[in-house]
Every structure is written in structure tokens, then in C-alpha cells.
């Protein structure tokens, strides 16, 4: 985490978000400005209630938008992190067209 400048300790609120098919959780935080999106999962704890979250894997975006891990962030983003596809969507609606 970076620190502000002139020794201001400006400070961001965020959220982050992460849903499986069964719980959906939304973890609050006030982090220093300057944070970045993985800085800001770190925080949250979620890496530790899901293990199954890999950040090399799961895509991750702010208010449904991709942006990188090292993104900086600003007060009122919601940080998002995707479960990956199980079906590509494009192919199973091919296969629902084939079956009519």
C-alpha cells in the first residue's frame, strides 16, 4: 500500500464482493489511499472463508467491469471477483438451437 503524499492519510472506502451458487458476501472496508484490487481481497479475508478463489485464475472486476489486480482504487468501488464460467455461454445456447 502506498502512502499519500505531504503526510495526509487519505483514506478509501470500498467494497468487495464474491458469491457462490449458495452465499453471497460483501466485505466493507476503509483502506489507505493508493490501495490496489489485490491489496484490498487480501484485506478482506475472503482468499481465507474461499480457498477455492484464485486470483491467477478468477477474474476480477469493479462494478462488472475487468481491470487489473495493481488497479488503484477510489471510494465507493466495488470490487468484484468472478467465478469462472462453467459453460461457455455462446456454445450452450448452440446447443439448446441444435435440440429444437
Known sequence: MHSAPNGQ?????VEV???????????TLKLPAGTTVEEAIEASGLLIHFPEID???NPVGIFGKACP???ELKTADRIE?????????????RQRAVKR
Open 9 to 13: 492519510n487519505k483514506v478509501v472506502t
Open 55 to 57: 486470483l491467477a485464475v
Open 81 to 93: 471477483i468472478y467465478r469462472p464460467l462453467r459453460h461457455d455461454p455462446k456454445e450452450a445456447r
Open 69 to 71: 489486480l495493481d488497479q
Open 17 to 27: 464482493a464474491y458469491a457462490t451458487r449458495d452465499v453471497q458476501t460483501l466485505v
